[in-house]
């Protein structure tokens, strides 16, 4: 017997096609669309507008699956950090911060289990890549956010904790462009979770090749992990600069589709102490990115173990913001949220690779143990 499908993931093309498949008209498509997305509904026998010999053939073929949540942890700040369990046992984390002056938050999603990138403040760049996330496992921890918060079925008012979605958290999106773009287009869909672009932000390290595209198929707002005004620093600490250095990576920002001063780049900047943070590299920054429309998160660094960095202090931090700060542009120093669970800016990080390493030397052991 065939593995069943789960219908978590498809875009409304694919879902449509799955019923066509299985005889049914498009209307079908669009009252699943609805339980699975505005209500949150993971059981076709609670499907109430589907009649119960649908539900069953539904049953029969299909799943309505979720990631597992594996672990989740409370900050004394309000941040709640989960670690995701999927399918074939890899993990991941997703974390929602709240705003500190609003009864809202973002949900910080994964796009990968580790990363491809190795950037050296980054704890999540110390787990080489396990693999890319599917487009299922990647909308399913918006879902499964709102499963912590109780918020299905998707308020009719807007009014909600979870207002919006960064993917900032392990891997790089644009390496894992296609199956990003479909969750987001579904996270974005009216007719379901209904989270609007404009409240969607998606974080590159500068996948220069993907970038125009991105802004062209999805529309969200782009931050720019940039972390240096140099080649040479940004080679030591990001070494997709290497690939992508600054010049194309600027210019690749200006050229972003729907870039103006109503929707700025945000740059994203952490405070390395003796590394990026001095005076001189804030003019440079203001060079750097002259005529450009821009705004700047200031980031402290925060420690994870093992780390070889230190933070900025924050008077040098405040000097940084300042100086951009009287040339008119944004910078706010975002203040660290969930560093007591390793659950802030760069701390992300899970055990996959470790596991499946040891796993495979316990078989090795085993393999020589019958040997003898």
Known sequence: MSTPTNLIGLSREALAAEMAAIGEKPFRAKQLWHWLYNRGETDFTRMTSIAKPMQAKLAERYVVHRPEMAREQRSEDGTRKWLLKFGDGNEAETVYIPDADEDRGAVCISSQVGCTLTCKFCHTGTQLLVRNLTAAEIVGQVMAARDSYGEWPTPDDGGRMISNIVVMGMGEPLYNFENVATALKIAMDGDGIGISKRRITLSTSGVVPMMRRCGAELGVNLAVSLHAVTDDIR????????????????????????????????????????INDSEADARHLLRLIKGLPAKFNLIPFNPWPGSE????????????????????????????????????????????????????????????????
């Open 235 to 274: 080679d030591r600490i990001m070494p997709i600069n290497k690939k992508y250095p600054l010049a194309e990576l600027i210019l690749a920002c200006r050229e972003y589709p729907g870039a103006s001063n109503a929707r700025r780049i945000t740059f994203e900047y952490v405070m390395l102490k003796g």
């Open 309 to 372: 960095f230190e933070t900025s202090p924050m008077a040098t931090v405040k000097r940084f913001s300042d100086i951009l700060q009287d040339e008119g542009y944004s910078a706010p120093i975002r203040m660290p949220r969930g560093r007591d669970i390793l659950a802030a800016c760069g701390q992300l990080r899970s055990e996959s690779q470790r596991v499946k390493c040891s796993r495979l030397k316990e078989r090795l052991a085993a393999g020589i143990e019958n040997e003898h």
